[in-house]
């Protein structure tokens, strides 16, 4: 399957240009109890949507970036969204009273399988960013 890379620098060029910003500052009307619970969710979240390595890491990974240029720079755009998210769920775990956090036991366990290999690190980040949505 051929990847549409235009397509795609498109998405996130319109993704850095047109996303809008939360209102962090707008009351909470979550229970106290569901807001304990969030925050800590967000915390691991944070972490794992761009608070690791801000590039691909997979032993692999170097062969599949200089693989043509339009990869490369696909997956140079990628990463500088991904950096979007970690500050959107920094002020997200911020607004909810949480504290950014360095190191969690799946973490660990997210960064280690990333190394298998670049397909299986594709698929691990796609399915985080899958399961953000
Ligand atoms: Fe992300």
Known sequence: MEMDADRWVMHFQTNREQRLEPDWAAPVTLAAD???KLVRSLEQFQLSDGGGPASLIAWNC???RSSSAATRKLVDLWFEEEKEHTRLLFSAVSRFG???ITSHWSFSVFC???????RFELTVLL??????C
Do not use: D, K, Q, Y
């Open 62 to 64: 170097e062969s599949f």
């Open 34 to 36: 569901v807001v304990v």
């Open 127 to 132: 399915l985080t960013e899958i399961a953000a």
């Open 112 to 118: 280690w399988v990333r190394r298998f290999s670049v």
């Open 98 to 100: 949480g504290r950014p």
